[in-house]
Nanobody, 113 residues
């Protein structure tokens, strides 16, 4: 099982980023996928989740209306579109598909002016 996250970077407040995560080693199309983040000095938290076929999504209250999770099962990839970014969104972002002992390297998102 492997997760490879990409798309992070430095962005000004109010800006946007699109994160991608490509997964392998399991049946991606059968798995609900989630994005998590871990900010400086904080616990890892769930940001968004999408069902296996993409028909159901859930978001943390802190990102509702700003972030959108989506997936492309043909590409084994899950996305996180992040708009109206705030400094408190600064974190390392990870994806996972139900394997709590398997994490990728994550992708750093820094929101700062």
């Amino acid at each position: 099982v492997q997760f490879v996250e990409s798309g992070g970077g430095l962005v000004q407040p109010g800006g946007s980023l699109r994160l991608s995560c490509t997964a392998s080693g399991f049946t991606f199309s059968s798995a609900a996928m989630s994005w998590y983040r871990q900010g400086p000095g904080k616990e890892r938290e769930l940001v968004a989740r999408i069902s296996s076929v993409g028909g159901s999504t859930n978001y943390a209250d802190s990102v509702k209306g700003r972030f959108t999770i989506s997936r492309a099962n043909a590409k084994n990839t899950v996305y996180l579109q992040m708009n109206s970014l705030k400094p408190e969104d600064t974190a390392v972002y990870y994806c996972n598909g139900g394997f709590p002992l398997r994490w990728g390297q994550g992708t750093q998102v820094t929101v700062s002016s």
